[in-house]
């Protein structure tokens, strides 16, 4: 257990759907990232937030969006969904804003859009 | 913009056999990651390299800073079953707080 908690595991939803995925990270981390890995592909890295303010964007679809509470844990919402955004979607934390100290990541929410 | 390329793609060896991996970079990089990622989970943070020319080991993976500082490499000795797994180089991206990651290498053993 890395503890970085993601949940669901998995998703099955239709195109057009909109749902949100979750990530709890570890303890004390105060920075979230989201990634996303499509099948054979790498890690393409979406956003990432640092004590509840957003600090960096990737390519990050404007269907998606994310957030960071109070309490740190994390939200991304993805909406209008469309076949090809089936893929894993990572959420990673780390202590600090920068990036020194590497990330530990979570086991990942599987989505299917059908 | 910044890539991390990672060479073999995949490769396939014996039980027992040394296997070597490389990432480069089209720039300079303080930091490289490696992680391991397992079928159906999240990458595991393995070796971190912090200075040019270090080497850093972490049981039978052993991982080098290249000297130019635009390249790193991972080897991992007398490979075990359980070495399967696709393998990540990670670094800076410059200017933000986020890591880039490589391709990957794709690793699988033969009993």
């Known amino acids: 257990d890395s503890g970085v908690t993601q949940t669901p595991k998995h998703l099955i939803t239709a195109t057009g759907q909109r749902v949100t995925l979750r990530c709890s990270p570890r303890s004390g981390d105060l920075s979230v990232y989201w990634y996303q890995q499509s099948l054979d592909q790498g890690l393409q890295f979406l956003i990432q937030?640092?004590?509840?303010?957003?600090?960096a964007k990737g390519n990050i679809l404007e269907r998606f969006s994310a957030q960071q509470f109070p309490d740190l844990h994390s939200e991304l919402n993805l909406s209008s969904l469309e076949l090809g955004d089936s893929a894993l979607y990572f959420c990673?934390?780390?202590?600090?804003?920068?990036?020194?100290?590497?990330?530990?990541f979570g086991s990942g929410t599987r989505l299917t859009v059908v | 913009g910044q890539q991390l390329n990672q060479s073999p793609q995949s490769m396939f060896i014996q039980e027992g056999e040394d296997v070597s991996m490389n990432c480069t970079s089209s720039s300079i990089f303080n930091t490289w990651l490696w992680y391991k990622q397992d079928p159906g989970e999240g990458p595991v943070l393995l070796i971190a390299?912090?200075?040019?020319?270090e080497l850093t080991s972490n049981g039978r993976l052993t991982a080098q800073f290249g000297i130019t500082r635009k390249d790193s490499f991972l080897n991992i000795s007398a490979s075990i079953p359980s070495d399967v797994g696709i393998y990540f180089c990670?670094?800076?991206?410059?200017?933000?707080?986020?890591?880039?990651f490589g391709t990957g290498t794709r690793l699988k053993v033969l009993a």
């Open positions: 990673a934390s780390s202590l600090l804003g920068n990036r020194d100290y590497g990330y530990t």
């Open positions: 390299l912090y200075k040019a020319g």
């Open positions: 990670a670094g800076p991206s410059s200017g933000t707080y986020k890591y880039i």
């Open positions: 937030y640092y004590n509840g303010e957003e600090r």
